[in-house]
């Protein structure tokens, strides 16, 4: 099985490489913005074209939800427009898509997990591309697992996870928001889950969500990682409402897996366990 990972040197590419060394059956092919620009149609055209790819898990994306809100166009670009080049070539080639989407498509006014029937009224412009691309593959292609996930960390790339741990050396006060609650997901976790879908062959395609179970404020989750990692003693943790921000975030945007548990009998730890196996090994 040949699969084509975008965005390859993004958190969850990375974690991806890193278990796909578990998938000796799975046939790699790790491409970066630069090797693969996803937003240049007929590059993509050109790849597919002479490899013989059966499936593509799009890692590719504008993540930076502060800055969408200064230049919306960069945003739609990657995260609206690119997707509907990749599910146009990937019907003209017959590939199966495998696309990442966000919490963050919801306006979070609710306080029951979100399941993919609600429907996404995003309130920030990285949402409104998210729902954009998620909007084009649905119209475009039919073998299509788009996999919705939330406040992914790992030990790559640029996250809460890292940046609390890295500021921790340097800093003793830390002000923190209790003003949104959802899931943080190990990106690795999610890689695993991605993994599944290809190796069993899934049919089963639609929208899923996807993220570790439980739900937490981002205070919730500094705490924790601030604890696991023996850090707490000796540090300041003040809670706030009103952290400045440009972007709105959704109030609450806990994903309810129920879909994903039943089509693909997954095994899901929570946050904290999860956590815990990240910051101890
Ligand atoms: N991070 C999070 O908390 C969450 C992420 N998601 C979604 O999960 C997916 C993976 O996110 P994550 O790994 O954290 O994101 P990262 O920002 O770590 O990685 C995104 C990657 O996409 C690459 N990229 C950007 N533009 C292009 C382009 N035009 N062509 C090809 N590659 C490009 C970036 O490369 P470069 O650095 O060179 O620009 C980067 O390596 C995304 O779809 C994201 O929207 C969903 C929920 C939560
Ligand atoms: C660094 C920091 C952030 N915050 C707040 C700001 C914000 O409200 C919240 C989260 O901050 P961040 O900017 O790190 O997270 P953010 O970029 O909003 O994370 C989102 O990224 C995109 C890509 C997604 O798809 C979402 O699921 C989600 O993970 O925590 C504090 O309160 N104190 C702090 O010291």
């Given at each position: 099985?040949?699969?084509?990972?975008?965005?390859?040197?993004?958190?969850?590419?990375?974690?991806?490489?890193?278990?796909?060394k578990?998938?000796?059956?799975?046939?790699?092919?790790?491409?970066?913005?630069?090797?693969?620009?996803?937003?240049?149609?007929?590059?993509?055209?050109?790849?597919?074209?002479?490899?013989?790819i059966d499936?593509?898990?799009?890692?590719?994306?504008?993540?930076?939800?502060?800055?969408?809100?200064?230049?919306?166009?960069?945003?739609?670009?990657?995260?609206?427009?690119?997707?509907?080049?990749?599910?146009?070539?990937?019907?003209?080639?017959?590939v199966?898509?495998?696309?990442?989407?966000?919490?963050?498509?919801?306006?979070?006014?609710?306080?029951?997990?979100?399941?993919?029937?609600?429907?996404?009224?995003?309130?920030?412009?990285?949402?409104?591309?998210?729902?954009?691309?998620?909007?084009y593959?649905?119209?475009?292609?039919?073998?299509?697992?788009?996999?919705?996930?939330?406040?992914?960390y790992?030990?790559?790339?640029?996250?809460?996870?890292?940046?609390?741990?890295?500021?921790?050396?340097?800093?003793?006060?830390?002000?923190?928001?209790?003003?949104?609650?959802?899931?943080?997901?190990?990106?690795?976790?999610?890689?695993?889950?991605?993994?599944?879908?290809?190796?069993?062959?899934?049919?089963?395609?639609?929208?899923?969500?996807?993220?570790?179970?439980?739900?937490?404020?981002?205070?919730?989750?500094?705490?924790?990682?601030?604890?696991?990692?023996?850090?707490?003693?000796?540090?300041?943790?003040?809670?706030?409402?009103?952290?400045?921000?440009?972007?709105?975030?959704?109030?609450?945007?806990?994903?309810?897996?129920?879909?994903?548990?039943?089509?693909?009998?997954?095994?899901?730890?929570?946050w904290?366990?999860?956590?815990?196996?990240?910051t101890?090994?």
């Amino acid at each position: 099985m040949k699969v084509l990972v975008t965005g390859s040197n993004g958190q969850l590419g990375k974690c991806i490489r890193l278990l796909g060394k578990n998938h000796p059956k799975i046939d790699f092919f790790f491409n970066t913005s630069q090797d693969l620009d996803i937003t240049k149609k007929n590059v993509l055209e050109d790849y597919f074209l002479r490899n013989n790819i059966d499936y593509v898990i799009n890692c590719a994306a504008y993540t930076n939800v502060e800055q969408s809100e200064k230049e919306p166009e960069k945003a739609m670009l990657v995260n609206g427009l690119a997707v509907k080049n990749i599910a146009e070539v990937c019907l003209k080639y017959d590939v199966i898509l495998i696309h990442i989407s966000t919490d963050y498509v919801f306006d979070g006014n609710t306080d029951i997990p979100y399941t993919e029937e609600n429907v996404p009224k995003p309130i920030n412009e990285y949402g409104k591309s998210k729902l954009y691309g998620e909007k084009y593959i649905q119209e475009i292609q039919e073998k299509y697992f788009i996999i919705r996930t939330s406040w992914l960390y790992s030990q790559f790339g640029k996250n809460f996870y890292k940046t609390i741990l890295e500021k921790s050396n340097t800093q003793q006060k830390f002000t923190i928001t209790t003003a949104e609650k959802g899931t943080p997901t190990n990106a690795n976790d999610l890689a695993s889950f991605l993994l599944g879908i290809i190796e069993e062959r899934s049919a089963n395609y639609g929208i899923y969500h996807f993220s570790n179970l439980g739900e937490a404020t981002w205070f919730d989750f500094a705490k924790e990682i601030l604890r696991l990692s023996k850090k707490l003693e000796g540090i300041k943790l003040e809670k706030t409402d009103n952290y400045p921000t440009f972007a709105k975030r959704p109030e609450y945007s806990v994903l309810s897996k129920e879909k994903a548990i039943k089509k693909f009998d997954a095994k899901i730890l929570t946050w904290q366990e999860s956590l815990k196996e990240l910051t101890t090994n």
